[in-house]
């Protein structure tokens, strides 16, 4: 079954306030775990990593969060605008020394002008 | 522009013909990935190659279905017999190798089979 799965299925936000997209993994094995994402009509696009010795990641106003103990990724995006309305997958790599990624079934991010 | 070239965008097949999907990776990529994407879901791994090899296709069934990245010319999906169920995005992506495994994978815009 699915290694990785996500809590909501869609999340509304104002234009302006920050996001935070939530994760469930369960391999505890994976080396990296990863937040993609994938616009209407297009190709997943990668957004940030964060290795698994790790807890806190930030890029540009994106931060992923991983907490080990109970298993839970998170991406905060922060000032959300209407170009980051698009549905947002959690992933992640397994120690098999190859880019096998495996994806959640993804959130849909509304941005609410 | 130098990124995943996938064609062609959007093919159209009945029941019973064969479906052939292509992937030309990024430039200095050597390892090429294809996922199978159904509506509202997430993506499914398929199959991972190198130049003239299969490394893991275990997310590939294992009939109908073949994988190929010759040493020269872009990767194929081939898909024989296509069935309603196959209709699908199917994307490509590419990375550089083992060297970077963190789990960053460059997409194409995907080829979007829809079998009648």
């Known amino acids: 079954g699915e290694s990785v799965g996500l809590h909501l299925p869609t999340l509304s936000v104002q234009e302006g306030d920050n996001s935070i997209i939530n994760c469930a993994y369960s391999n505890s094995a994976s080396d990296y775990f990863i937040w993609y994402k994938q616009e209407s009509g297009k190709g997943p696009q990668f957004i940030i990593d964060?290795?698994?010795?790790?807890d806190k990641r930030q890029g540009q106003r994106v931060t992923v969060l991983l907490n080990k103990t109970v298993k839970h990724l998170s991406l905060q995006i922060a000032a959300t605008q209407p170009g980051d309305s698009a549905v947002y997958f959690c992933?992640?790599?397994?120690?098999?020394?190859?880019?096998?990624?495996?994806f959640g079934t993804g959130t849909k991010l509304q941005v609410i002008p | 522009n130098a990124g995943v070239m996938q064609n062609p965008r959007h093919l159209v097949r009945r029941r019973g013909q064969e479906a052939r999907l292509r992937c030309s990776p990024m430039?200095?990529?050597?390892?090429v990935y294809w996922y199978r994407q159904l509506p509202e879901e997430g993506l499914k791994f398929m199959v991972y190659l190198q130049k003239e090899n299969i490394i893991d296709e275990s997310g590939m069934p294992k009939e109908r279905f073949s994988a190929e990245f010759p040493k020269e010319g872009p990767s194929i999906l081939r898909i024989q017999q296509v069935v309603r169920g196959d209709s699908a995005a199917y994307f490509c992506?590419?990375?550089?190798?083992?060297?970077?495994?963190?789990?960053?994978?460059?997409f194409g815009e995907g080829s979007r089979l829809t079998v009648l």
């Open positions: 964060i290795r698994s010795n790790m």
């Open positions: 992506a590419s990375s550089h190798g083992r060297s970077s495994n963190t789990g960053e994978l460059f």
């Open positions: 992933a992640e790599n397994g120690s098999g020394g190859y880019q096998k990624v495996t």
């Open positions: 430039k200095g990529h050597s390892h």
